[in-house]
């Protein structure tokens, strides 16, 4: 470490000198590298799940993601190595196999940054999930769904402490899911949204902005909100 | 995916934490809300009423034109409906208003006029009532509903701090090392503020110690809750300051140079021993000894409170038992200690900064001293009334006895948030003259003679004052629906009009073409707000205030050397029990408060698809309870006073003590206030609506 | 819906044992809950999330993740096949049609009667005895349909070796014996160590040389150092028993055939370190072991050898036994941690690293059953006695698990330097029926494939490394040339596609895509282009997934087509 407690090192050839506990993303964005990113999102704790930010640090076995690996000393970092190319490239692919992203267009913009083929994978088992309308506020279609976690995140620990979501399933099959499946009116959910503001795709999705993406007018939506509150009422 | 034609940054409607919104419009039409992540004082977070709740500014029965009572001179007045008026043209609305209010005023004087101006109102809105109130009628009477929520904050910590305003800022509560809340019920009533303050707790293994008698979602973060019996709070806290002198756990340092009162204050509660307090307020006093003893080692601690201590008979009492504790610990003046009052309304701050009360001056500035009133008169060129005017509840009282003729409402619905509405009502109907402005016409607009339709907080431009004293900008996202109005520019026109019929000469200037120009007047006025002007705003996001000149930089927290009141003031203290108890024949204490959906008197909420999710008045009743009276979940039932009956749908929960039912006050269909009592704190005037006795039963089928 | 929970009274007993621990009993919670009801009912979860605190989507979150645990009711007796290579080789596939046919269910379906449901799961440590089943609570070795419904005698494996220091008393000593145990030479290790500061005992362990016979190879006394270095309270002994990697099934043996050993190397690294708490986790399907362990834990209490004051010193330690619920990856060490602090089992980001950051945040060790079979045997004989096994390279007796098409399965103790050729000719009497060696998984589903070719290196850490190989666990299945090596594939395919935790991008999609190419092979459908999208799935998981089993999930796969590019043919379709 320098003496003045600050770290020095290289990203793709460029020195630079940063605090200590700073991550490869951030000193990388100092001299202008980006990263890309799918699950980190600076209102949360970063997890380092989507390894898109991965680069190649000298000496290492594996792939740092740089979200969250910390700088070191003397480190000499690559962000576009061959090696690093194919692993964001080939998970681009494998996700657009699994997940729709049609209507994620930040991650629309990553395949065509790396040249992914979004038929790669053909005969790819789908996430397909039904559309969830079960709250006044947002629906939930978890065909959408990326698994970044971050709606799991702002619920729980990083803001809202209500713990309404939680990681459900297990490995290609997970999902996002409350308790035992519960409708989000029946779970500890405030509707707060703050889910819906980071959710990076469209799985979560203002139920307004929803009804109009479907071609309804204002008007319309709310004559059919009135319709869903006769039929709540109705059914108790 | 819809495009947003534009996204328009504002400042949230409901309550005192000022969250930033990014409102998304298309075709004139608000469809969404988002919040961005990179300012203060909510970083992206947002509460539902925030994200979901801002819809009710296209609900159709948004009033759309000037509106003239069909009736006008049927005495008592009757509450009536749109179907009572007619439309009328913004022309002969003002000059109606205007004639009458000069009549009364020609007649009977200024002080015959009682005003609400409003802390949903911008800062410059209210800046220009008061000055419409004093500088063209005459009179201080002049208020709004900090008096119904906060008045007993204000009245404890002016005596013992001299500075009422809550003294951290929201940014530091994600680094609190111990805290207490207290009568807050944060995750409902301040849902992003209590967000922050869990951060503490769930990230920095902060100490939480809650005071409420309600299993609010706090006590589940909580390392310490004392569960009192409703209105016994003073008990608890002298108990905890006898633990902490007893324990020598003061700061002897701080209270020698900034504190003075400390020998007669310590021997006031050398005998309130936590068995003591144990007795009055139920809370086992190891629970009590064990509080104290945690608040008194941290090295840092800081207080928040909500209407739980301030809505009481004792209000003041309470707040200067808690304001005790802080001073006795050295707990201000630092970053993540103070005495935080959190804030009700979106802009209860800045109305009360702006001028909004009866005593003084935007800044606080009173009107009874010679040289202050004489700077105004000096700035507006006209003669002030020195005599401090009456608070809200006052004016009910002087209009009952006569000497009040007519009410300006702005913004304000009285006739839901005023204590025992039965007795506000008869008010009402005696009236001369009602002026009323707003968006909706609510139950206080029945009443009117006169209602001027307003534009909405996304319809304009101004500020709004959080609840750490920080003044962010509101800016227009969609045109008013029909005729209506920013609230500023109205007040303008009547104020005008009503100069003119007065025939006064000199008009204390009411030609402003932008709300920046009416805050800069204020700003020139008030040295707090002297630095701050709507550029700087646009350009920081916010400023709080104190920031005297354009280069400071603003003040995140307060009392970091001294005390507006020079030392602060250690005050002896005595419990009282509340003004009505439990007896046979209302065997319950009723308490009131928010639920997280809805807002005040529902006026805006109701309007909101947040209606959707919390359609029906609900009782909070134990299980205990429900079954003795045989009352089962989603009945409906009669909730009884002496004052009045409302009938209420049941919610079975642990959350309210056995024996305590707890009554949202939102629902006009079952207004909450129809049982209150109006029984009110001597220093502050405000009401308590956290106890009252009532009887429940069945509902006759 | 209401969340008022109803109480079943064995549960609230139960819960109301756990006192205010919190949610660091949900995985012990959720199994009693399962055990009760054969599920775990909605109205059992609200009771737990109330007396330990813990969140209700969490508590749904951890029934969802872990394979023995349901939210849906199931049978009474869950009929487990193991369908991972060394079974799958033994017919076990055929075995689980037979057993469908005659219950007439599907797979994962109760029989009508709600007495049975069969399900096939991943390697249950009876590759020696394949086809292994897991008959409720009862394990069954060389599976049969009658078997199957008249379970009984527990397998036992052999152990093999010309001298056996580290396995010397299983099968010799009644193993719940403490008397025995002790004339067999136990509890003179934790006695000498007792003797000794805790800083020479870490200096013997160090000079015994001794590795991790988990997987990673790692030097257990530099571990124990520098977790001896942390000046930070409490800290906290694990021993992993969550032995799932296919093909290994030395540490169930060690554990059922000579608990007190385990315990007693337990012992010394606690005492070494500075703790005063362990925690030993077994996989939920070892139901012998977790017996044999609560019987013995029960024992050298009582007998004082675990509690306050350890053979009248100042060194006090208690273990605590915990289940595993079924999941592969909680034999990841911080994905144990998280399993024992009672969520799902997701691994963590290393750095920081158990020394310094494990169980519960705090400074932990964590050892493997046979590291710390080690451990004892060092303190029992000495350092010099115990580098006369094995090599300069490798000190100390090694197990190998041996399994597949070999004459002679089980357990081999190794005490000096062998190759793998002699392995498996010497000693494991080479291949039934004089068949050829097609392939070798040296270090089971995480390793890789051994080419007849290369049978002749030795068996020690680091030579193996030298050629790319690990030795993993000390796995070792063997494929004769009959074997259907796209079937082996398949196989290993889906095994990874069940165990990936899904937090991980490359492994949650890798280890499916990976699946589905290797389907595709094993019907000879392979398309054009899929060896190369195999590799770029496979590389892509070694380079950038979160922990091990996502890094060595495609190991095999890779090896694979490096040694046979001819059982990967593109027969020139494209997709339909």
């Not at chain 1, 290609?172 to 029946?186: E, G, K, L, N, V």
Request: glycine share 8%; with cysteine; aromatic share 8%.
């Amino acid at each position: 470490m320098s003496e003045n407690g600050k770290v020095s090192l290289t990203i793709d050839g460029k020195v630079v000198e940063v605090e200590r506990g700073t991550t490869i993303m951030e000193a990388a964005k100092r001299v202008d590298v980006s990263t890309p990113i799918i699950c980190y999102h600076p209102a949360t704790t970063s997890k380092g799940l989507c390894r898109q930010c991965v680069v190649e640090v000298e000496e290492w076995r594996t792939l740092a993601p740089a979200c969250i690996t910390e700088v070191t000393e003397d480190m000499v970092v690559t962000t576009d190595s061959e090696r690093v190319i194919r692993a964001r490239k080939t998970m681009l692919e494998m996700l657009n196999a699994s997940v729709d992203l049609s209507q994620s267009p930040e991650i629309q913009e990553q395949m065509e940054d790396y040249s992914a083929d979004p038929d790669r994978f053909p005969g790819a088992k789908k996430r397909d999930h039904d559309l969830l309308d079960d709250n006044p506020f947002y629906v939930r279609d978890y065909s959408q769904c990326v698994l970044c976690w971050r709606c799991v995140q702002v619920c729980g620990d990083d803001v809202q402490k209500d713990y309404a979501l939680a990681v459900g399933g297990r490995g290609h099959d997970s999902t996002i899911a409350t308790f035992y499946d519960a409708p989000m009116p029946d779970t500890t959910c405030v509707f707060c949204g703050n889910c819906v503001g980071v959710c990076p795709t469209n799985a979560l999705q203002d139920k307004t902005e929803f009804l109009l993406d479907k071609g309804l007018q204002f008007h319309e939506i709310r004559a059919r909100r009135r319709e869903e509150r006769r039929k709540k009422s109705r059914e108790e | 995916m819809v495009d947003a034609q534009r996204s328009v940054r504002t400042t949230c409607p409901y309550c005192g934490v000022g969250c930033q919104l990014d409102l998304q419009v298309q075709e004139e039409h608000i469809y969404g809300v988002k919040a961005p992540f990179n300012v203060a004082p909510n970083y992206g977070r947002l509460c539902s009423k925030g994200r979901y709740g801002v819809d009710f500014v296209h609900h159709p029965s948004r009033l759309i034109y000037p509106l003239i009572r069909k009736d006008l001179e049927t005495r008592p007045r009757k509450p009536v409906g749109l179907e009572g008026f007619r439309r009328a043209s913004w022309e002969e609305a003002l000059d109606l208003a205007a004639e009458r209010l000069a009549e009364i005023v020609r007649k009977h004087g200024g002080d015959a006029v009682g005003t609400f101006c409003s802390a949903k109102a911008t800062n410059e809105d209210n800046y220009l009532f008061q000055k419409f109130v004093r500088g063209v009628l005459g009179t201080n009477n002049v208020d709004h509903c900090a008096r119904l929520c906060h008045a007993a904050s204000v009245a404890g910590l002016q005596i013992a701090i001299g500075s009422s305003a809550m003294s951290n800022s929201i940014a530091e509560m994600k680094d609190l090392d111990t805290f207490m809340v207290v009568g807050s019920n944060t995750t409902e009533a301040h849902p992003v503020i209590s967000t922050f303050m869990l951060d503490a707790v769930v990230k920095k293994g902060a100490k939480l110690i809650v005071v409420d008698p309600r299993g609010i979602q706090m006590t589940e973060f909580a390392t310490h809750w004392l569960r009192q019996t409703p209105g016994t709070d003073v008990a608890v806290f002298q108990a905890m300051a006898q633990v902490i002198i007893e324990e020598e756990l003061y700061d002897q340092e701080f209270i020698t140079n900034r504190v003075e009162g400390f020998e007669e204050y310590a021997e006031s509660v050398a005998g309130f021993t936590p068995e003591k307090a144990e007795e009055i307020s139920g809370v086992p006093a190891e629970q009590i000894r064990e509080a104290a003893i945690l608040f008194g080692k941290a090295n840092r601690a800081a207080i928040y409170w909500g209407m739980g201590i301030s809505q009481s008979v004792h209000g003041t009492d309470n707040t200067l038992s808690i304001a005790n504790l802080a001073l006795l610990t050295g707990n201000l003046g630092k970053p993540g200690t103070g005495l935080n009052p959190l804030r009700g309304q979106n802009n209860v701050q800045g109305c009360s900064d702006s001028g909004g009360l009866p005593a003084v001056f935007p800044g606080y500035q009173s009107v009874a001293d010679p040289d202050i009133r004489g700077k105004f008169e000096d700035y507006w060129g006209v003669k002030l009334n020195p005599e401090p005017g009456l608070t809200t509840m006052e004016m009910v009282d002087a209009a009952e006895n006569g000497f009040i003729k007519a009410y300006y409402v702005m913004g304000e619905n009285p006739m839901m948030s005023e204590p025992d509405l039965r007795h506000a009502r008869h008010v009402m109907e005696q009236m001369d003259f009602v002026l009323y402005q707003d968006i909706f016409l609510n139950e206080t607009g029945e009443y009117a003679d006169v209602i001027l339709p307003a534009g909405s907080f996304a319809e304009k431009r101004g500020t709004f004052t959080n609840s750490d004293r920080r003044v962010q900008l509101v800016r227009p996202a969609i045109p008013s629906p029909g005729e209506a109005r920013a609230d500023w520019a109205i007040i303008q026109d009547l104020a005008s009009r009503v100069e003119e019929k007065l025939g006064r000469e000199h008009s204390v200037g009411f030609a402003y073409e932008t709300p920046a120009q009416i805050w800069d007047e204020m700003a020139d006025l008030t040295p707090p707000f002297q630095g701050i002007d709507h550029d700087r705003i646009e350009r920081e996001s916010g400023v709080q205030w104190p920031s005297p000149t354009k280069d400071h930089p603003g003040t995140p927290y307060l009392f970091q050397d001294s005390f507006p009141s020079g030392k602060g003031k250690l005050t002896p203290l005595e419990y009282s029990p509340s003004a009505e108890l439990p007896d046979e024949e209302y065997p319950f204490i009723l308490s009131t408060g928010r639920v997280l959906y809805h807002w005040h008197g529902g006026t805006m909420t109701r309007r909101s698809k947040l209606d959707d999710i919390y359609p029906d008045p609900l009782v909070e009743i134990h299980p205990q309870d429900a079954e003795n009276l045989k009352i089962e979940a989603g009945e409906w039932i009669k909730v009884r006073s002496r004052r009045g009956e409302i009938t209420v749908k049941t919610l079975i929960t642990q959350r309210s003590p056995a024996g305590t039912v707890f009554i949202p006050f939102h629902f006009v269909e079952a207004a909450a206030n129809e049982l209150t009592l109006d029984a009110r704190d001597p220093r502050a005037k405000i009401p308590d609506y956290k106890v009252c006795a009532v009887a429940v039963e069945k509902a006759q089928p | 819906m209401t969340l008022e929970p109803s109480s079943s009274t064995e549960l609230t007993q139960f819960l109301s044992e756990c006192g205010d621990r919190g949610r660091e009993m949900l995985l012990p919670a959720l199994l009693k809950a399962q055990k009760i009801h054969d599920f775990v009912p909605r109205e059992a979860a609200l009771e737990i999330s109330q007396a330990l605190q813990t969140p209700l989507s969490d508590i749904f979150g951890v029934i969802d993740f872990y394979s023995m645990l349901s939210a849906k009711p199931t049978a009474e007796t869950v009929i487990r096949i193991c369908t991972t290579p060394s079974c799958a080789s033994q017919g076990s596939e055929e075995l689980v049609t037979q057993i469908c046919q005659h219950l007439g269910v599907d797979i994962g379906e109760a029989t009508l009667d709600g007495k049975y449901i069969v399900e096939e799961v991943e390697c249950l440590g009876l590759c020696d005895h394949a086809p292994g089943a897991l008959v409720g609570k009862e394990m069954l070795g060389e599976a049969t349909l009658e078997t199957i419904f008249s379970p009984g005698g527990h397998p036992v494996s052999e152990i093999y070796g010309e001298e056996r220091p580290l396995t010397s008393r299983i099968g010799k000593i009644n193993p719940l014996s403490v008397r025995e145990y002790q004339e067999a030479g136990g509890f003179n290790g934790i006695k000498r160590a007792l003797e000794m500061s805790p800083e020479d005992v870490i200096q013997m362990i160090k000079d015994s040389g001794l590795t991790g016979r988990g997987g990673a190879g790692f030097p257990t006394g530099l571990k124990w150092e520098s977790c001896a270095e942390v000046d930070r309270f409490p800290k906290y002994l694990v021993c992993n028993e969550d032995e799932s990697e296919p093909g290994t099934f030395k540490d169930r043996a060690l554990i059922e055939g000579d608990p007190f050993t385990i315990l007693e190397g337990m012992m010394i690294a606690a005492y070494a370190v500075g703790i005063d708490k362990g925690y030993l986790y077994i996989r939920g399907e070892y139901t012998k072991s977790h017996e044999q362990l609560t019987k013995a834990l029960q024992t050298a209490e009582e007998e004082g050898f675990l509690g306050d004051q350890i053979l009248g010193s100042d060194f006090s330690f208690s273990v605590e036994l915990r289940s595993g619920a079924g999941a592969y990856i909680c034999g990841e060490e911080t994905a144990l941690f998280e399993s024992i602090e009672g969520k799902r089992g997701f691994p963590r980001i290393k750095p920081p690293y158990p020394t310094a950051h494990g169980l519960f945040n705090q400074p932990t060790v964590i050892n493997n059953v046979e590291t710390l079979a080690n451990v004892s045997l060092i303190m029992q004989i000495g350092t010099e006695a115990y580098r006369n096994y094995g090599c300069d390279r490798a000190p100390g007796p090694r197990l190998f698990s041996l399994s597949g098409n070999v004459s002679k399965p089980g357990i081999y103790e190794v005490t000096e330097e062998i190759t793998l050729r002699d392995l498996i000719y010497d000693r494991a009497g080479g291949i039934p029926g004089d068949k050829k060696i097609k392939a070798v998984l040296l270090g089971g589903a995480a390793g890789k494939f051994v080419h007849p070719d290369q049978l002749d290196i030795s068996l020690t850490v680091e030579d193996v490394r030298k050629v790319g190989l690990s030795l993993g666990s000390g796995a070792v299945v063997v494929f004769d040339q009959d074997v259907n090596m796209k079937f082996v594939l398949h196989g290993l395919g889906h095994f990874f596609a069940h165990e990936s935790c899904g937090k991980c991008y490359p492994c949650q999609l890798g280890t499916q895509r990976q699946a589905e190419i290797l389907d595709r092979n094993l019907h000879g459908r392979l398309l054009t282009g899929d060896v190369q999208r195999l590799q770029d799935v496979g590389w892509t998981m070694t380079d950038a997934s979160l922990c091990g089993l996502g890094q060595t999930a495609s190991l095999a796969v890779l090896s694979a087509v490096e040694h046979w590019p001819e059982i990967f043919n593109e027969n020139g379709d494209s997709y339909e």
